[in-house]
């Protein structure tokens, strides 16, 4: 009796999940940084728009919304990553250099900030699993926009695999 129970609570669970495990999908953020782009527009938006699953979560689900950023940030550092091989590839050396280096301060830099917000945060009456899902959407963000900069940058390259 008590395995099916589990088993109930087990599926209520990742039934209430699923909309927050929506994957952020780079060809569509791709395409609105682009369109920021030749609106002449801040594409920041994007990333909001990116992880619009992962903010929809309520309020009394920090940790489904907080394993959603997660899923978030490494979607974006699977897009960091592939842009960086299209950039090694196709750019010559000091170029690819220069673009790993901005993406690595970049990050780093939003990151610094993800840590100071959660020190401030342990600080105040937000409870843990508060702090937890602020975080996490703080390191997702942190990630997209690492990712928004190095596509915005790289955006005049032309970038093919060898």
């Not at 592939?82 to 690595?104: F, H, T």
Request: contains cysteine; aromatic residues 4%.
């Amino acid at each position: 009796m008590r395995r099916v129970a589990f088993a109930g609570v087990l599926a209520v669970i990742y039934s209430s999940a699923l909309p927050a495990l929506a994957e952020v999908d780079l060809a569509t953020v791709d395409a609105c940084i682009e369109q920021a782009r030749s609106d002449g527009q801040v594409p920041t938006a994007c990333i909001d728009a990116a992880q619009a699953d992962c903010q929809a979560e309520t309020s009394d689900s920090h940790m489904v919304a907080a394993l959603c950023y997660t899923k978030a940030r490494e979607v974006w550092g699977t897009g960091i990553r592939d842009r960086m091989q299209l950039i090694s590839a196709s750019a010559p050396e000091n170029v690819a250099a220069i673009a790993g280096i901005e993406v690595k301060y970049d990050l780093l830099a939003n990151l610094t900030q993800c840590d100071r917000m959660e020190e401030l945060s342990r600080v105040g009456e937000a409870t843990n699993e508060e702090i937890q899902r602020q975080k996490a959407r703080c390191e997702a963000s942190a990630s997209g926009l690492a990712y928004l900069r190095l596509v915005w940058r790289s955006a005049d390259m032309p970038l093919e695999e060898k």
